[in-house]
Structures are given as structure tokens and as C-alpha cells.
């Protein structure tokens, strides 16, 4: 699946401290924070709850995955991002999650 890296998200904040810990509040797998980026040939750890729509489909939502710096850095800012099929998302819409 293909995501699109939304640019101009950082000074967004959510009431669980930071973007990482809303995706581990609110992952739709409940999974534990992943070993790896979810960039699907990256293998460096993720250190961000980056912000992405989803390329396929009319879903405009706004999600949250885990991504290292690199893919989560200027360079891919507004750039499309082919992630792992086991990739899990949580809404960043916080009216769904934290801000309920």
C-alpha cells in the first residue's frame, strides 16, 4: 500500500505527549511499537508517529505510523511512501481517540 506523507504536521499536538504514543494508544492492531519503519524496504527502527493518508480509495483521513527519521524527514515530506502490508494505523483524528 501506498501512503502519502503529509507535509507540515509536527507543531500538531494530541493529548498523549507525542505522535508515537497516541499510535501506540490507538493502533488499530493494538500492536506493540514495530522493530522496524514501516517503509517497506526500510530496516532502521522508528523513532516518529508520522502523519499519512492513505493513497488508495476517497479515504482523505489522516493516520499515524511509525517511521524513522529518514522517512519521516524533510526529503519525503509530501512524497509518496510504499509501507508493509502489516503496517497498523491509528486515526489522528483525536475528535476518534485521545480527545474523545
Not at 505527549?17 to 493494538?30: D, F, V
Not at 526529503?75 to 502490508?85: K, L, N, P
Request: charged share 25%; aromatic share 8%.
Amino acid at each position: 500500500m501506498k501512503v502519502h506523507n503529509i507535509n507540515g504536521t509536527s507543531d500538531n499536538k494530541c493529548k498523549c505527549g507525542t505522535w508515537k504514543a497516541h499510535w501506540e494508544n490507538y493502533n488499530e492492531r493494538r500492536a506493540g511499537w514495530p522493530t522496524y519503519c514501516s517503509e517497506k524496504t526500510c530496516s532502521k527502527h522508528p523513532t516518529v508517529g508520522a502523519h499519512v493518508q492513505k493513497e488508495v480509495g476517497d479515504d482523505k483521513k489522516w493516520y499515524v505510523i511509525p517511521l524513522c527519521d529518514e522517512h519521516n524527514g524533510p526529503r519525503f515530506h509530501g512524497a509518496s511512501i510504499e509501507i508493509s502490508d502489516d503496517t497498523s494505523f491509528a486515526s489522528a483524528n483525536q475528535n476518534e481517540t485521545c480527545g474523545k
